[in-house]
């Protein structure tokens, strides 16, 4: 089964969604295993209020601190700062209850790391503070201490959180695909119904995708060929016409002389026994009977051929058809059966031509098979074709010619046919004229012998 190309780029974002999904898990666990990787060498964490706390504060040493771009503060159990170095983001020597609460609840917002201890001994508290050179505060923290109650309503905001962004990502992967699967799928659709207009015969068809990328020297490569075959057809057509035009004439201007010819040889060759004019008035009429076949398939193929049709009861006319091949089997000493229904069937018909048909295939069996030879024509319908069916049991048709039997001059030459001529063009004019009613001539595989089959429309 076909896949589609807009069904793979969905697959592809199914795909996309499940790697960026393992991508932004692997960056926070990436990004957990970095923090606490540098957590050792960052100065903030080197150089520790508790590290550096001692009970007389007068006996701290800040140098290393001040070294390193950080600052200390004291503040005793009054809120005063007593001792500052290095950096300050106090800028006060007294605070209230309120600033020094403030100072303790809100560092986190600042752009200063603050580390805060406090000593007992010389109550008062130790500020250790470093500029802040990157902070990402992301924590995932479980206490089993905490209520249920709020342990459930925290897990759904997270839980809520998380399908919220999982279903945003999906949306917007999925808008990305199909916008990047249209810009190839769009194309392709327009140059496929080009192709499929050419298929059809439509030798007019161009595409324009208003594109420039490489989709444009893909149109430009299709319209050039598309003009090309288009100049071509137009050409062969033209050749065609001119063809059958030309045959057309020779055949006219040509088939007066040979008759003439003809006559005068018969004449001659009855009053006087010379070998010659037998051969001259066996050429003649070989000839003349080819340019009349070669005449009609032109005819046939012309244009401004058109078959009058109407509406003709088929049993009644196949029964005139074989009154008149019966003396000609018989003169042949060809044995023959004939099946017509009693029905009526109506089906539109040229009868000259539909029985130009019947005399070809029956002419071309008494010509290559031998006397005793059965010929058997059979008529049936079925759900909407009359179906004649026009068979022998002779020699058959050799493989080599089954596939071009229908092409014109392809004729079987044996030398138990040297006696008798044929154009090779009967097979061709009886096919072309079945089609011109709306039908087919087609040759059936048969154990022995021949069979055409014909179907015309009923009405």
């Known amino acids: 089964m076909r896949k589609r190309l807009s069904n793979t780029f969905l697959g592809y974002f199914w795909i996309t969604f499940a790697l960026t999904v393992f991508s932004t898990l692997l960056a926070f666990v990436l990004l957990s295993v970095a923090s606490r990787w540098i957590a050792g060498e960052l100065a903030?964490?080197?150089?520790?209020?508790?590290?550096?706390?001692?009970?007389?504060?007068?006996?701290?040493?800040?140098?290393?601190i001040v070294a390193n771009g950080g600052g200390v503060q004291i503040i005793d159990k009054n809120y005063t700062v007593i001792y500052s170095v290095?950096?300050?983001?106090?800028?006060?020597?007294?605070?209230?209850?309120?600033?020094?609460?403030?100072?303790?609840?809100?560092?986190?917002?600042?752009?200063?790391?603050?580390?805060?201890?406090?000593?007992?001994?010389?109550?008062?508290?130790?500020?250790?503070?470093?500029p802040t050179s990157i902070r990402f505060d992301f924590a995932l923290v479980y206490n089993k201490e905490a209520s249920r109650s709020d342990f459930y309503r925290s897990l759904s905001v997270l839980i809520g959180v998380g399908l919220f962004y999982l279903v945003l990502l999906s949306v917007i992967s999925y808008i990305y695909a199909r916008l990047t699967s249209s810009q190839i799928t769009v194309p392709l659709k327009k140059l496929t119904q080009g192709t499929l207009s050419l298929r059809e015969g439509d030798y007019s068809a161009r595409v324009d995708l208003h594109l420039k990328n490489e989709f444009k020297d893909l149109q430009d490569t299709f319209n050039e060929m598309a003009a090309r075959i288009e100049e071509e057809i137009t050409l062969r057509k033209l050749a065609e016409e001119n063809r059958r035009r030309l045959i057309l004439d020779i055949s006219h201007d040509l088939k007066n002389p040979l008759t003439s010819i003809g006559g005068y040889a018969e004449v001659l060759k009855d009053k006087y026994d010379i070998p010659e004019l037998q051969a001259i008035y066996q050429n003649s009429r070989r000839a003349s009977f080819m340019l009349n076949e070669l005449f009609e398939l032109s005819q046939i193929d012309s244009p401004d051929f058109t078959l009058k049709k109407v509406k003709t009861e088929l049993c009644e006319t196949m029964r005139l058809i074989i009154g008149e091949i019966i003396p000609q089997l018989e003169s042949a000493e060809f044995a023959y059966e004939f099946d017509i229904p009693d029905s009526d069937i109506f089906v539109l018909l040229n009868p000259g031509q539909f029985k130009r048909v019947i005399h070809n295939l029956i002419d071309n069996a008494i010509r290559y098979n031998p006397k005793g030879t059965l010929i058997s024509i059979n008529l049936s319908i079925n759900e909407e074709n009359a179906e004649i069916r026009v068979a022998d049991n002779g020699?058959?048709?050799?493989?080599?010619?089954?596939?071009?039997?229908?092409?014109?001059?392809?004729?079987?030459?044996?030398?138990?046919?040297?006696?008798?001529f044929g154009s090779g063009l009967g097979l061709s004019i009886a096919k072309k004229i079945v089609q011109a009613h709306g039908g087919d001539l087609v040759l059936e595989p048969t154990e022995r012998g021949t069979s055409f089959l014909i179907t015309v429309p009923q009405i």
């Open 86 to 130: 290095g950096i300050d983001t106090i800028h006060k020597n007294q605070l209230t209850v309120e600033e020094f609460t403030e100072l303790l609840t809100e560092s986190k917002n600042k752009p200063y790391h603050y580390d805060i201890e406090y000593e007992p001994t010389g109550e008062f508290w130790l500020i250790v503070t470093f």
């Open 44 to 64: 903030k964490n080197r150089y520790s209020a508790r590290s550096v706390i001692q009970a007389d504060y007068r006996k701290i040493d800040a140098s290393e």
């Open 395 to 420: 020699v058959g048709i050799p493989l080599n010619l089954t596939k071009e039997l229908f092409t014109p001059f392809v004729h079987r030459n044996t030398a138990e046919d040297s006696n008798r």
